[in-house]
C-alpha cells in the first residue's frame, strides 16, 4: 500500500505547474477585461460625441425651450432605437428590416398600405445602422409634418437592395412618397435636411438623391456594400424573437 501511495505522489503534476496554469489564465482573462473595457470606453466617447452634436445642431435650428425639446427628444429617440437593435446583437450590427420598422412604427401602422417595406434579410454594420436610421427618421418627421404621412391617403414606400456598379456591391435605400399634398422644394435648410442630404453620405461614403417631386419626395441613398455585414441577415431579428417570446408565453398560459 505505501509503494502504490508513493507512486500516486509521484504521477501528480507539482502544485506549483497547477499554480502556474491559473496564473496564466488570470492574466488573459486580464487582458482581455481591458480589451473589452478599452472598447467600451471607446464606443461610449463615440456617442456621447454623436448625441453632443445632434444636441448642439439642434439647438442651433430652433427658437424656443420647447421647439428644442421635442426635436431632441424625437431625434434621440431614433438614435436609441438604432442602438437597442445594436445591443441586441452583441454589437455586430442590425437587420435592415427591423432598423425601418423601428424607426417608421412611430409614424403610422407598418401594413403595407400607408406604409410599406420591401427588400432582402440584410444585416448592416453599426455605422450604417445608426446613419440610416437618424436619415429615415427624418424623413418621416417630414412626411408627417407636410408630405404624404400627413394626410391618411398618403402613402410612403422604402425599399432596399443589393447591385452592382462598375463591378462593385452596392446597397441602395429608396424613399418613395405618393398621394400626399403638392411637394414644393422649402427654402429652409435645416439640421434635418442636412442629416436627409448630407451627413449620412459622408459618414457612409455613399451618394444622396434628393428629389422634392410634385407627386412626392424621392430619397435615394447608394452606399458601397461593405457596410453591409451579411447579406442573409444572419444576425437575430428581434421582432422576429419577440414574436416567438410572445408565442411561447401564449403556450406557458
Known amino acids: 500500500m505505501r509503494l502504490a501511495s508513493e ?53 442651433h435650428q430652433t427658437t424656443t425651450k420647447e421647439d428644442f425639446e421635442a426635436r431632441f427628444s424625437n431625434r434621440l429617440g431614433a438614435f436609441g432605437r438604432a442602438l437597442d437593435l445594436l445591443i441586441a446583437n452583441d454589437w455586430r450590427g442590425a437587420r435592415i428590416d427591423d432598423l425601418v420598422r423601428s424607426e417608421l412604427t412611430p409614424f403610422g401602422v407598418l401594413d403595407g398600405v400607408q406604409i410599406s417595406v420591401k427588400g432582402p434579410p440584410l444585416a448592416l454594420k453599426p455605422d ?26 398618403g402613402k410612403v414606400a422604402v425599399h432596399w437592395g443589393l447591385a452592382n456598379s462598375s463591378g462593385r456591391a452596392r446597397l441602395r435605400v429608396t424613399w418613395r412618397e405618393s398621394g400626399g399634398p403638392m411637394v414644393t422644394e422649402p427654402t429652409h435648410r435645416g439640421f434635418g435636411r442636412k442629416i436627409i442630404q448630407e451627413v449620412t453620405a459622408h459618414a457612409l461614403a455613399g451618394k444622396v438623391t434628393h428629389e422634392f417631386l410634385p407627386a412626392g419626395v424621392r430619397w435615394t441613398l447608394d452606399m458601397p456594400a461593405a457596410f453591409v455585414v451579411s447579406a442573409r441577415g444572419e444576425l ?13 408565453r401564449h403556450v406557458s398560459q
Open 7 to 59: 507512486a500516486t505522489i509521484r504521477t501528480r503534476p507539482p502544485l506549483r505547474a497547477f499554480a502556474d496554469v491559473r496564473s496564466i489564465a488570470v492574466k488573459q482573462e486580464n487582458a482581455q477585461l481591458r480589451v473589452t473595457a478599452d472598447e467600451l470606453s471607446h464606443r461610449i466617447k463615440n456617442l456621447v460625441a454623436i448625441i453632443q452634436s445632434i444636441a448642439r445642431q439642434t439647438m
Open 128 to 153: 450604417a445602422a445608426r446613419n440610416i436610421g437618424l436619415a429615415l427618421h427624418e424623413l418621416a418627421t417630414n412626411a408627417s409634418k407636410y408630405g404624404a404621412l400627413s394626410v391618411p391617403e
Open 236 to 248: 437575430a431579428s428581434t421582432a422576429a424573437e419577440g414574436r416567438r417570446n410572445e408565442g411561447h
